[in-house]
């Protein structure tokens, strides 16, 4: 059973930094792509980052330039290091894995990052 567990969320002033962490098991965590995607009240899920199997990374235009997305192989985790915080960075973010070999996703229960200002 694939579980994706999220934590570091929380409360943060306007300008602030936030680290998320999400523990992965039950896969092969070397196959999967990791990310995390967020998703704001009334708005669509949206990409934040993804983090390749050989470390590559992408970024959504949101996060460009504040937020780092980096994996613990060993740890089979993965990080969202998210500085400069803004009001618009509230939302529920997501962690994400995809397997490239089965292709299937798979999605963690979410936690919530409140930016205030």
């Known amino acids: 059973q694939v579980q994706l567990v999220e934590s570091g969320g929380g409360l943060v002033q306007a300008g602030g930094s936030l680290r998320l962490s999400c523990l992965a098991s039950?896969?092969?965590?070397?196959?999967?792509?990791m990310g995390w995607y967020r998703q704001a009240p009334g708005k669509q899920r949206e990409l934040v980052a993804h983090i390749m199997r050989d470390g590559n990374t992408i970024y959504g235009t949101p996060a460009k330039g504040r937020f780092t997305i980096s994996r613990d192989n060993a740890q089979m985790a993965v990080y969202l290091q998210m500085n400069s915080l803004k009001d618009e960075d509230t939302a529920v973010y997501y962690c994400?894995?995809?397997?490239?070999?089965?292709?299937?996703?798979?999605w963690g229960q979410g936690i919530q990052v409140t930016v205030s200002s």
């Open positions: 039950g896969l092969i965590f070397t196959n999967n792509r």
């Open positions: 994400n894995s995809f397997s490239v070999v089965s292709q299937r996703s798979y």
